[in-house]
Structures are given as structure tokens and as C-alpha cells.
């Protein structure tokens, strides 16, 4: 079994504080991220949230903010409600030049849900993060940063 974690590395044309907002600010997230009712960037902060596979399996996302280290770090747990197993996602920030931002986005204990099911392969993260990375936050953030 690859118990190794996801880790994506992406460089945004935004500054640091453009990304962090994107990452903790709700009205900023539902925008590019997930329709999530409430979020706060505190450990401890629980919040939830339902995703929708392409064949249009809903699956409720339960979570817990872990660590925040202002515009340089966000975890939280990431679960499921009624299946087995409990990861952790990071985001991670540096400058990466005049208003660039590198990120690394590292989702471990992906192990944890191998007996949930093929919906919870690894591949199938690969794909969602690297979408939602490559399109849905870079456009957001890059727009974003057009306009600023």
C-alpha cells in the first residue's frame, strides 16, 4: 500500500496575501473552493461541506482546522461523513518573487481510506487537487490580482 501523501507544488502571478485571503476567507473560498457555510482560520474551527463526484456521488466533507501560521500555513483534517478514515490537507506559502506565491498543497493519510472504497484512490485526489489548483484558485487568484 502507497502511504506516501499528495504533494502538489504551484507557482500563482499573486501576492502572498492574495492566496492566503482565498484560502481563509469565506466569501473569497466559495468563489473557487467549495460552498462551505462558515470558516475561520482557528485551530479548532470545525466545518463541513458536501462535494459532488462526476457521477454525482455526494460525499459530506468534515474538518478541523489544526494550524495556521498567518499567510504562510493552513491545515486542517479532512474526513468523511459515515466512512472510514481521517486525512490532514496543508497549504503552504512562500513569496516566490515580485508578486508571485509559491504553494504547496501536501493531503497525508490518504491510506487511512482504502477500505472506503475505489471512489477514494489516491488518483482520484491527484486529479480533484490538480484541478482545483490549476483552475479554480490559479484563475481566481490571477484575476484577482488583475484587478488589484
Same mark, same amino acid.
Given at each position: 500500500?502507497?502511504?506516501? +501523501?499528495i504533494?502538489?507544488? /504551484?507557482?500563482?502571478?499573486? +501576492? =502572498?496575501?492574495? =492566496? *492566503?485571503?482565498?484560502?481563509?476567507?469565506?466569501?473569497?473560498?466559495?468563489? %473557487? @473552493?467549495?460552498?462551505?457555510?462558515?470558516?475561520? +482560520?482557528?485551530?479548532?474551527?470545525?466545518?463541513?461541506?458536501?462535494? &459532488?463526484?462526476?457521477?454525482?456521488?455526494?460525499?459530506?466533507?468534515?474538518? /478541523?482546522? &489544526?494550524? =495556521? =501560521?498567518?499567510?504562510?500555513?493552513?491545515? @486542517?483534517? %479532512? /474526513? @468523511?461523513?459515515?466512512y +472510514?478514515?481521517?486525512?490532514?490537507?496543508?497549504?503552504?506559502?512562500?513569496?516566490?518573487?515580485?508578486?508571485?506565491?509559491?504553494?504547496?498543497?501536501?493531503?497525508?493519510?490518504?491510506?487511512?481510506?482504502?477500505?472506503? #472504497?475505489? #471512489?477514494?484512490?489516491?488518483?482520484?485526489?491527484?486529479?480533484? *487537487? &490538480?484541478?482545483? !489548483?490549476?483552475?479554480? !484558485?490559479? #484563475? @481566481?487568484v490571477?484575476?484577482?490580482?488583475?484587478?488589484?
Open positions: 500500500m502507497n502511504d506516501q +501523501p504533494v502538489i507544488e /504551484r507557482v500563482f502571478d499573486a +501576492p =502572498v496575501t492574495k =492566496v *492566503w485571503d482565498a484560502l481563509t476567507i469565506n466569501e473569497q473560498m466559495k468563489k %473557487w @473552493y467549495f460552498d462551505i457555510s462558515d470558516f475561520k +482560520p482557528v485551530v479548532g474551527f470545525e466545518f463541513q461541506f458536501t462535494g &459532488t463526484t462526476e457521477e454525482k456521488t455526494e460525499y459530506l466533507h468534515l474538518c /478541523r482546522v &489544526t494550524e =495556521v =501560521v498567518n499567510c504562510k500555513k493552513l491545515a @486542517y483534517s %479532512w /474526513r @468523511y461523513k459515515g +472510514p478514515g481521517n486525512s490532514i490537507v496543508t497549504f503552504e506559502l512562500s513569496e516566490g518573487g515580485k508578486k508571485k506565491t509559491s504553494l504547496k498543497l501536501t493531503h497525508a493519510g490518504l491510506e487511512s481510506f482504502a477500505s472506503a #472504497g475505489h #471512489g477514494f484512490e489516491k488518483k482520484n485526489f491527484v486529479q480533484g *487537487w &490538480t484541478s482545483i !489548483l490549476d483552475k479554480s !484558485l490559479k #484563475g @481566481y490571477e484575476a484577482d490580482s488583475m484587478n488589484a
